[in-house]
């Protein structure tokens, strides 16, 4: 539910700001979507003991903001209480100003560290074969094996040695 309204917000806000102003807000934004992961935090967000303009108040100080299409949107969201929205808002327009400027990020999961010359080597040729700008970020899983996570082409690739095993057993099962 609380994707399908983000969506909505985000759609407007899409349709009501320039690039360079969204890049703004969008900034903004990140502030309070860090915070998001504390409990106290969010504590604080849902209580009924808190009023809305309390929670206003802390969520446009802890921004910091000049940005007056900012400060209305932060009071708009807390007239209609709809602070849970905003994580979700984010990625929704993080994922549109990256498919803008065709600009993306990959997770890359390994159970150990690699080499970053290694990783951009990849993230070059990943980039030329799908025509974006691609950034990769390591991981460290307990995986055995090796995994690349583009969430915004919808993009995963995986290699897996367990996965591996069973198919090499399964060939020579095929081939007895």
């Known amino acids: 539910m609380v994707e399908i309204v983000a969506k909505k917000y985000t759609k407007a806000l899409i349709a009501s700001f320039d690039d360079n102003h969204l890049e703004a807000f969008l900034k903004d934004i990140e502030k309070m979507v860090g915070v998001f992961g504390y409990e106290k935090f969010l504590d604080i967000i849902h209580s009924p003991y808190v009023s809305k303009s309390h929670k206003q108040a802390f969520l446009l100080e802890l921004i910091n903001s000049n940005n007056e299409k900012t400060i209305n949107f932060v009071k708009l969201l807390g007239e209609n209480d709809r602070f849970d929205i905003?994580?979700?808002l984010y990625a929704g327009l993080q994922a549109y100003m990256s498919q803008k400027s065709k600009s993306y990020v990959g997770l890359l999961y390994l159970n150990q560290k690699v080499d970053p010359n290694v990783v951009d080597r990849i993230a070059k040729a990943l980039?030329?074969?799908?025509?974006?700008?691609?950034?990769?970020?390591q991981v460290e899983n307990p995986i055995e094996g090796i995994k690349l996570v583009i969430d915004d082409l919808g993009i995963e690739i995986s290699f897996s040695r367990e996965n591996f095993l069973n198919e090499l057993k399964s060939y020579v099962l095929k081939a007895i």
């Not at 980039?127 to 970020?137: A, D, M, T």
């Open 86 to 88: 905003i994580p979700s």
């Open 127 to 137: 980039s030329g074969r799908f025509g974006v700008s691609l950034e990769i970020k």
